[in-house]
């Protein structure tokens, strides 16, 4: 059976968890929805959050509590998700499009820079994707003046030295879907760390049931940040497997700011060499590659392609091979040794 690249790590815990709020009828936002925002809090230490049944909807709600004026413009990575475009688009907004760093593949103060002097609105904020799980150097970024939206959705568990992911943000996006480091399902938490944002966050405490995450997500979300330290060790064990066996190959890796510790979203690999060949050699393994950038802005959005070039190396050269906590020991062996044989 082909080993995916990507698995839920859901065990028993979670279906348990979930189990009971279909027992208990909690289908809807209530009470696990709130406890889902305090055991949140007890583990990031935010001021205030809320819960939503989407990333979408958690990004519509932080640029609105940001009072952004219409066509007015929000900077975004080449490499972020493609739904960030139909956000904008939805809150009549004008996306600024910047280039990557070749090593992080994360927006940097010269790639900002850059799309900041060819904008032709002003920018009023800057969404700050962390690309495949690698937190780029924040502190930088908040030298414009521009109030930040971090999405931490697959940077979770990684601190740059005393601070957490996320923690330099004006409002942070955590987002709760399948393939991101907690999973509900789908769902997604966004946050202020301070008092002044965090009043502006109140006012969206009593939106429709309709946006609001269902107890059902919420009890899965619960389960997942107390089993996080126990998933995020069992991600460390398993990458310093991969990545023993990586470095007999050719192929690179994205480099992490040295005061950071990677979570090990994924294991992606930057190829030296035809990604067909990796993916069909994969493939004949039993062992599925993936193609990293499949989703993004640069790779749905061809018009972008000649304005970032970086971006657009990256997403024909980047494939990430499977990386999560409920890999076997034969599993984990397998991969290493498709790594290590790499064409």
């Known amino acids: 059976m082909k080993i995916e690249v990507f698995s839920p790590t859901i065990r028993r815990k979670e279906m348990d968890a979930v189990l009971s709020a279909l027992v208990d009828d909690a289908l809807g936002p209530g009470e696990l929805s709130l406890k889902l925002i305090a055991v949140a809090k007890e583990y990031i230490?935010?001021?205030?959050?809320?819960?939503?049944?989407?990333?979408?909807f958690a990004l519509f709600y932080a640029l609105k509590a940001l009072n952004i004026a219409n066509n007015e413009g929000?900077?975004?990575?080449?490499?972020?998700?493609?739904?960030?475009?139909?956000?904008?688009?939805?809150?009549?907004?004008?996306?600024?499009?910047?280039d990557v760093d070749e090593h992080s593949g994360n927006i940097t103060k010269a790639t900002i820079s850059k799309a900041l002097q060819e904008a032709s609105v002003p920018?009023?904020?800057?969404i700050n994707h962390h690309t495949l799980g690698y937190v780029p150097n924040t502190a930088d970024l908040t030298e414009f003046g521009i109030p930040i939206i971090e999405d931490i959705s697959r940077s979770y568990g990684t601190n740059t030295?005393?601070?957490k992911a996320g923690a330099l943000g004006t409002l942070t996006l955590l987002g709760l879907e399948e393939r991101d480091v907690l999973t509900a399902g789908g769902g997604a938490i966004l946050y202020a760390n301070s008092r002044r944002e965090a009043a502006v966050l109140k006012q969206f405490a009593e939106l429709p049931p309709?946006?609001?995450?269902?107890?059902?997500?919420?009890?899965?979300?619960?389960?997942?940040?107390?089993e996080h330290e126990k998933n995020f060790a069992r991600r460390k064990e398993i990458a310093e497997v991969l990545l023993q066996a990586s470095l007999r190959t050719r192929h690179k890796r994205f480099l992490q700011l040295d005061i950071a510790e990677y979570n090990n979203y994924s294991f992606p690999l930057i190829l030296q060499t035809g990604m067909k060949d990796?993916?069909?050699y994969g493939n004949k393994k039993e062992v599925a590659v993936e193609t990293?950038?499949?989703?993004?802005?640069?790779?749905?959005?061809?018009?972008y392609q000649s304005r970032c070039p970086t971006a657009y190396s990256l997403s024909l050269r980047t494939v990430l091979f499977p990386?999560?906590?409920?890999l076997s020991g034969k599993q984990i062996e397998k991969i290493a040794k498709v790594l290590a044989t790499l064409p």
């Open 45 to 56: 230490n935010f001021e205030y959050g809320v819960s939503f049944r989407s990333p979408t």
């Open 74 to 98: 929000v900077l975004i990575s080449a490499l972020s998700p493609y739904y960030y475009i139909q956000v904008l688009k939805d809150a009549s907004l004008t996306p600024i499009i910047a």
């Open 123 to 126: 920018v009023r904020c800057i």
């Open 161 to 163: 030295g005393e601070l």
């Open 210 to 226: 309709e946006y609001q995450l269902p107890d059902m997500n919420a009890a899965m979300a619960i389960v997942q940040f107390k």
């Open 278 to 280: 990796v993916v069909a």
């Open 292 to 303: 990293a950038f499949n989703d993004t802005i640069i790779v749905k959005l061809p018009e």
């Open 323 to 326: 990386l999560y906590p409920r």
